[in-house]
């Protein structure tokens, strides 16, 4: 299939034994499902000093964004950190800006020891909106991460399909006409410097 819609998931963990990557990994089983193909970009394995609006082209910062930019849909994953996403995902995306995510479908995941990580993927949301990115309404939360996942494998079904669902809604939506920019958008100085 030549029209696959290509994913990729960017995991904001950099725990050895993360459960946003097993999360992610999974999402991208989905994606698969649907027809799409999906990429994982680790950020363990990029080089992105804390950014520098001096100096965009650091370490890898250019392979970086040209694996998001060359995506149809993205799809980001973070464990929550006092209310909010991590600081390496926070580092990456302060790296990209409309070249990257402008007009892109943008699913969200987010895991937390505790209860619901709903305020980190409002974080999220209210940034992808900035930069004039869809996001999808569906978005998954892992929930007692501790627990929802051992040994890499999910212990809950259900929480495991509805991970999966985002990966295909991933593809479902990853061609969708998006609105008309925001008023965000023009206020966005900083993507476009």
Known sequence: MTNQP??????????????????LE???SGVERAGGTGELLDLREFDLPLFDADDR?????????????????????TPMYHGSYSSPLKTALDYCGFDEFEQKT??????????????????????????DAWVLPYQTAVPRSHSA?????????????????LGRQLVRYAKIEPCPASFESGENVGAVE
């Open 57 to 77: 082209v650091a370490g890898d910062v250019p392979e970086f964004k040209r694996r998001v930019r060359e995506a149809d849909a993205v799809v980001l994953g």
């Open 26 to 28: 999974r999402a991208l």
């Open 149 to 165: 996942v051992r040994n890499g494998t999910f212990t809950d079904e259900d929480l495991e399909d509805r991970v999966v669902t």
């Open 6 to 23: 290509r994913i990729v998931a960017i995991c904001g963990s950099l725990r050895d034994e993360s459960v946003t990557c097993v999360a």
């Open 106 to 131: 943008v699913g969200l995941l987010a895991v937390s020891g505790g209860r619901f990580p709903v305020t980190a993927m409002d974080h999220l949301r209210s940034v992808c909106r900035a930069l």
